[in-house]
Every structure is written in C-alpha cells, then in structure tokens.
C-alpha cells in the first residue's frame, strides 16, 4: 500500500514538474493572449490515471507563479488562479470523459482543455488588457487560446496519451 502512494506521489511530482518545465522554457509562446501552451499536452494524461488530474494542476499553477515572478505573464497574479483553475476543470473533464470516443479519439475529453481555457483565459485577458471593450475581446482572445490549446491537445496530446495507453504504461507502473 505505501508502495503505491509513493509510486502515485512521485507520478504527480514528474508530471507537475515537466508541466512547469515546459511552460517555462516555452514561455513566450506559453502567454498571452495568442499562445500554444504545449504543457497542456498533458492534460490528456487524465485520459489515463486521475492522478494527472493533480499533477497538470500543481505544474499550471507553479509554472504560472514563476512567469509572474519572471514577468512572463501579462496578466499577473490573476493567472495563478484563473489559470490554475481552467486547468483543474479541464482536467477533471477529460478524466470524467475518457470512456467516451469516436474512433478510439477521446475528442470531448481533448475538447475539455480547448473550452475551458478558451473561456477561463479569454475571459481574463478581456478583463485585463481591454476592459473597455471586454464583450469583443473575449471572443477575440478566447478564440487565440483556443486555437493555440486546441494545437496542443490534439496534435500532442491526444497521440501521446493514446501511445501511453497502447503501451500500457499506466499499468507497467502500478499506479
């Protein structure tokens, strides 16, 4: 039993590692209103443990502190919560719908990441950046972070999640 808990701490701690490594390196494409946050790739790890649900959240939210610290994010501290947030539900989504596939293709479940932040993110970026004409700029930055998500869940994460799962690796590890 300790074994496992172990196993399943040091999953989340890689995962939520190589999320904040990954945003932060890509960091000028990982912000802003047009962005392709390849980190959230891994949110379709849901697909296959809800342990990746913690770990995609615990790496937006580091990666989203330090781009504040480094001032990556344009928009501050309102992103480790916002941000975070869109993130969690994302994940929590494509964990709730993994079952559900056309083709073998978990499309609601990549779809999951692609709204929320499209939503979450435009929404914010509208508030911040043009509020005077926040109705119009949600659309128009909701519809930049969709295109980038949408870029990194199914053209990254969707093959990569369905390797691991032909793989079995989820199993190999003995989470």
Same mark, same amino acid.
């Given at each position: ?12 701690? !890689?995962? $939520? ?57 344009? !928009? ?23 079952? $559900? ?49 949408a870029i990194a869940c199914f053209v990254l994460g969707v093959p990569l $999640? ?14």
């Amino acid at each position: 039993m300790r074994n496992k808990r172990v196993k399943r701490i040091c999953f989340i701690g !890689i995962v $939520a590692g190589i999320y904040a490594v990954t945003t932060i390196l890509l960091a000028p494409i990982s912000f802003g209103n047009i962005q392709c946050r390849v980190s959230e790739a891994l949110t379709l790890l849901a697909l296959l443990s809800p342990d990746a649900i913690l770990a995609v959240t615990l790496g937006c939210a580091i990666s989203n502190v330090v781009s504040v610290m480094m001032g990556a994010s344009l !928009i501050g501290f309102v992103d480790v919560i916002v941000g975070t947030i869109a993130t969690f539900f994302a994940a929590v989504i494509t964990y709730q719908f993994r079952n $559900a596939r056309l083709k073998n293709i978990p499309i609601i479940s990549a779809l999951a990441p692609v709204i929320f932040n499209g939503v979450f993110i435009g929404a914010e970026l509208a508030y911040v950046l043009a509020p005077a004409n926040f109705y119009m700029m949600f659309w128009v930055f909701g519809l930049e972070v969709a295109i980038g998500e949408a870029i990194a869940c199914f053209v990254l994460g969707v093959p990569l $999640a369905l390797r691991l799962e032909k793989l079995k690796v989820m199993e190999k590890l003995k989470l």
